[in-house]
């Protein structure tokens, strides 16, 4: 039976951590391990998260002597994960039910998928459904597929193998550290997308400035973009020249622009269709 690993990078979401511990725990599908790393919280996480997993031995819990980032301690969750199967849930988020029966049965039918993705569900502070997050498409996968604008987010999963044949997560990021390995993983082998939510998307504030957060991530995200391009050996786009050194973002995102156009989304919707056929 396949074996899953749910990666956990916790920072200061302890008071979030219980619907999240709670969902795995409720799995239908039973052969899996939680890796979770405490990133130097400086609320009482870590004391919340141990009461939650001291009775069950698939949790595994790690802690940083420093923080160190979103992007280090995600990398590090790979280095424990044992599993066949990885996906990324965040501490305060949570998963359906059947989200990893249905997610690996997937992989079972089909050997050579490197990813398979589903929809998820847009949620409250209480983590109350509000909406289907709309954005979320089954892709047409080439050297040219940026996930801009989003088509592919949570709940994603991937194959232990497929993970190391790639540079794997990069430590030094702060932002965007999910849209880096989902480029990465696509660069590997072929992806499904499961027409219905699997995972809880929990929004909230910690008390920064959402637009400054947006920011940065925006510029995280088109950062990440050049170096994928320059690692796919790209020299122009849709007959605009890639820069050799990113200056800014609007400068990556303007080469992208054409893949917003409605000629561009249709052409991309039949090549999905004639490769479901």
Known sequence: MIKFSILIANYNNGKYFKECCHSLINQTYRNWEAVIIDDASTDNSVEIIESLIKNDYRFKLYQNDTNQGCGFTKAACMQYAQGDLCAYLDPDDALYPEALEKTAEEFIHKKDLAAVYSQMKLCDE???????????????????????????????????????????INPYLKNAVDQDLYLKILEQGEVKHLKEPLYLYRIHSHGISQDQAKQSAKDSFARIIHETMKRRGLKSINNKTVPEIFTSSQEIFELLTYQTNRMHRIISKIKVTLDNI
Do not use: M
Request: overall charge positive; aromatic content about 24%.
């Open 126 to 168: 209480n983590l109350n459904p509000v909406s289907t997050y709309a954005g979320t498409k089954q892709i047409y996968n080439n050297r040219y597929f940026f996930n801009y604008p989003i088509q592919v987010a949570h709940f994603f999963a991937f194959t232990r193998e497929t993970y190391l044949r790639t540079r794997g």
